[in-house]
């Protein structure tokens, strides 16, 4: 057997390539939260270490971002957070580059920080951005409020009066760090005034055209080359490294490989840290009459996407219910804290949280089964959504009722929790891409998929092959290099085999028409197996795939919509990712430590295209909800990450990990998304069971600290 | 300074400053299997074998390996029943883990050729996959332990 290159460790990630005459770079980073830089002196650095500061950026458009440009390459008059990047170096030997870093010497001045989102909004609070120019989409809102996504349905905040029950709580929700085991890594070149970028990205065509607009470049003269990436959750989207690190390689001339430490990626990008305030009510039988929805969400120095994080969380958190008056109140808001963006569960897992929790507290007071009053509410096919959309392909119920099913919910519920969620895809978006037949006779998917280990290379050789009729073997997933691959819009929001299954269809269909065209037959009587391409009925008629060689054929899949910010109404998701969770706990309450006895996810998996990947990427979910729901949280202090390391920052270990179970609900004409659906129901279903234990918790992560203080009186 | 060792069976000479971690002198040399993730030897990613034990190559400076016996994943056998357990199985994700994983578990079964799920969790938990491909790493681990024991019979 051929081993795979993940097993032996052959295969190059983007921390592993190399050029000849590379230099190794670091960045110095801002000690203090806020404060202005008062001088830079780098006088004393090496004369054959390169040197790049905020002089060496003048050229360059000032600033950069995928939502709100926001960011500088190195950091100019101030400094937003612990960890900005303020001179980076890039010499010879790493070594070298470390002791660069030593003798540049920068004064600052420091200034009060603010490290709450809501005492951000206040009039009282340092203003970070001073003036900034945010897109007709987006929604500035007073001091520091980079986006506020507001939505109405129905009679809004007036539909309480119709209420028998209304309910009001705080939930929160730490930030935690995506801990990809391979760090942030770019390797970037000039060559002929073309800038060439080897990178971890989840997001090579965003990176593209950030990098174009920064060095004022059309697009044709950025190439961003993908590697595969050892995990990124979220962390590896947008511009990371690669702005820093291509101004490096202009002035030093030479390659430039950037590879972060394990410190810095704890000040490179977050989860939001995010609160809620939620009000529900209902009819005395348990029918839900409005909702509202107030969220905070602390996107830190830079927006990064975190306008889009409070429109998805804010749109979560209405879960998947019909309640006729809604309101959303969802702020993005600045502070001193390193920079959040996505992060797998994207806003779901914190909107998700407080709604499923106050479904909960709400079924207490009603004194109701959880499961029957989330039944009695759920969305059905045809239903609208608060966003006004019709729901279709709804499997919300289905998902539930299985996964109430695995924890024997009918026999008691002693120690027992649920959760469903619906959560949002990536939209409006669109994918392109291209099948080629190569010399040998292969058909070459050329595609923007990145991989971070959710096995796109299998899942689009097995959507070919299923659209054309050619085996598994005559298939290739050609190298991801925005030179050669069409537009996508990037690999997140478990879009990717959705949409490409799409795009390929398209495009299998087309290069079927194209084949049939070179052998002068109909379409429908073109027969594409392993032997090449034949003529249905006449055997005789046949070539191979390898005299095909050049033919090519391209096939597209959009999806249109968006909301409006300012209603939230229009198209949120052109589908809907959907699951369940169900959890039976154990609680020691001397210690505070919550021993999962049984956990199920129940995920809406339409069809099932590669069925490892399938199950591989809803375990890893599983996990990082188990992570998410009772250990992972970043602690700060005035802004400075004080358990920045894996050893005080715990992620999941084969030991926190109990013997799981999950199904898939399969069905439907479509594949569906699976990379985070049990993200957002796992805390949500273990923090219902861990209060049917006695413990009301109400903000993530339940550490045995917080258990043990929620401890009910004896 | 140059140190003799032997990688995956194969006398070599590293060229190492005398305060160089095993990880990086093993980089250098061209084992780039061996990849530094948190540095203070709790996430087992730079797991290689000295004289058959698992140790975290960032914990361990390069001139301590001296005439030690390392193993990394690059001198695997094509039928390594572990490598072939976890390729079956389908064990990994992205990968990175991987190599630490697979000599962790070849280091176990040389131990432990009949090893139950307990010890192999146990065997297991220094080192992270953050992808949590868990369930199928023990699978692939219980799968290699019962054909190494059909073998050995």
Known sequence: ?714 | MKIQVRVNKLPIELVSRTDETLLAALRRAGFQSVRLTCGIGVCGVCTVLIDGSPISSCLVLAPAAAGREITTTEGLADDDPVAVAFQEVSAFQCGYCTPGFVLTARALLAETPNPSDLEIRHAMAGNLCRCGSYLKITKAVRLAATRSRLDSN
């Open chain 1, 1 to 714: 057997m051929m081993l795979d290159p993940r097993i032996t460790g052959r295969i190059q990630y983007a921390q592993d390539q190399h050029m000849p005459g590379m230099l190794h770079a670091r960045i110095l980073r801002s000690p203090y939260a806020h404060a202005r830089i008062v001088s830079i002196n780098t006088a004393a650095v090496p004369r054959d270490v390169v040197c790049l500061t905020r002089d060496d950026v003048t050229d360059l458009e000032p600033l950069y971002g995928p939502m709100v440009k926001d960011q500088p390459v190195v950091a100019r008059e101030r400094v937003l957070h612990v960890g900005d990047s303020v001179v980076a170096v890039a010499a010879p030997t790493l070594r070298e580059a470390e002791a660069a870093l030593e003798a540049v010497e920068v004064e600052y001045e420091e200034m009060t920080g603010v490290f709450d989102p809501v005492e951000a909004a206040g009039d009282s609070s340092p203003v970070l951005h001073e003036s900034l120019d945010y897109p007709p989409d987006l929604r500035p809102d007073g001091r520091n409020v980079c986006h506020r996504f507001r939505l109405q349905s129905g009679l809004g905040e007036d539909g309480f009066a119709g209420a028998d029950v209304v309910m009001e709580e705080a939930f929160s929700i730490a930030g935690a760090a995506h801990v990809p085991m391979e760090p942030h890594a770019t390797l970037a070149y000039w060559e002929g005034g073309r800038l060439h970028v080897i990178t971890g990205t989840q997001t090579p065509f965003n990176v593209r055209r950030d990098l174009a607009a920064l060095f004022r470049l059309p697009e044709e003269r950025v190439r961003v080359v993908v590697a595969p990436m050892g995990g990124s959750f979220g962390a590896k989207t947008f511009m990371r490294l690669e702005a820093v690190t291509a101004a490096l390689a202009r002035k030093s001339g030479r390659p430039v490989r950037a590879v972060l430490t394990r410190a810095e990626e704890f000040v490179t990008l977050n989860r939001h840290p995010a609160r809620f305030r939620i009000r529900l009510g209902a009819k005395r039988d348990g029918t839900f009459v409005a909702k509202s929805v107030d969220a905070w969400w602390d996107t830190g120095a830079y927006a990064d996407c975190g306008p889009s994080v409070c429109t998805k969380g804010g749109y979560a958190a209405i879960g998947p219910y019909r309640i006729p008056n809604v309101t959303v109140d969802s702020r993005c808001v600045y502070t001193n804290h390193p920079p959040a963006g996505a992060f797998r569960g994207y806003a779901a897992t914190q909107g998700v949280w407080a709604s499923e929790r106050m479904t909960d507290l709400m079924a207490n007071r009603l004194q109701m089964d959880p499961l029957e009053l989330r039944l009695q509410n759920l969305l059905r096919d045809g239903d609208r959504f608060a966003t006004g959309e019709i729901l279709q392909d709804v499997r919300f119920a289905d998902c539930l009722r299985a996964a109430a099913e695995m924890v024997e919910w009918g026999s008691d519920r002693k120690n027992k929790g649920l959760a469903v969620m619906l959560k949002g895809m990536q939209t409006p978006s669109r994918t392109g891409v291209a099948l080629d037949i190569d010399a040998g006779g292969r058909v070459v998917v050329r595609s923007a998929t990145t991989d971070m280990g959710q096995r796109p290379e299998p899942t689009q050789r097995a959507l070919a092959s299923q659209a054309l009729g050619l085996p598994m073997e005559d298939i290739v997933v050609g190298p991801n290099d925005t030179d050669l691959v069409p537009f996508d819009t990037r690999t997140t929001s478990s879009r990717s085999t959705f949409m490409m299954s799409n795009a390929i269809r398209e495009a299998a269909a087309e290069l079927r028409r194209r084949i049939a065209d070179r052998l002068e037959v109909a379409s429908e009587d073109l027969v594409l197996d392993g032997e090449g391409a034949g003529v249905r009925g006449t055997p005789g008629r046949r070539v191979a795939l390898s005299d095909l060689a050049g033919l090519r054929a391209e096939g597209s899949f959009a999806t249109p919509g968006g909301l409006d910010p300012d209603t939230g109404q229009g198209v949120a998701s052109s589908h809907w990712h959907q699951s369940a969770a169900a959890a039976e706990v154990t609680v020691d309450s001397e210690t505070g430590v919550t021993t999962i006895k049984r956990l199920h996810t129940s995920v809406y998996a339409g069809q099932v295209v590669d069925r490892p990947g399938a199950e591989l990427q809803n375990e890893g979910s599983t996990i990082f909800g188990i992570g998410t729901a009772l250990l992972e949280a970043i602690e700060f202090a005035d802004g400075q990450v004080t358990n920045g390391n894996l050893s005080d920052y715990e992620i999941p270990s084969i030991l926190d990990v109990p013997d799981f179970t999950y199904d898939f609900v399969e069905g439907g004409q479509h594949a569906h998304g699976l990379g985070e659906m049990a993200v957002p129901v796992v805390p949500a279903a273990i923090g219902n069971a861990v209060a049917a234990a006695g413990y009301r918790m109400l903000d993530l992560p339940m550490t045995a600290e917080r258990i043990v203080d929620a401890r009910p009186a004896r």
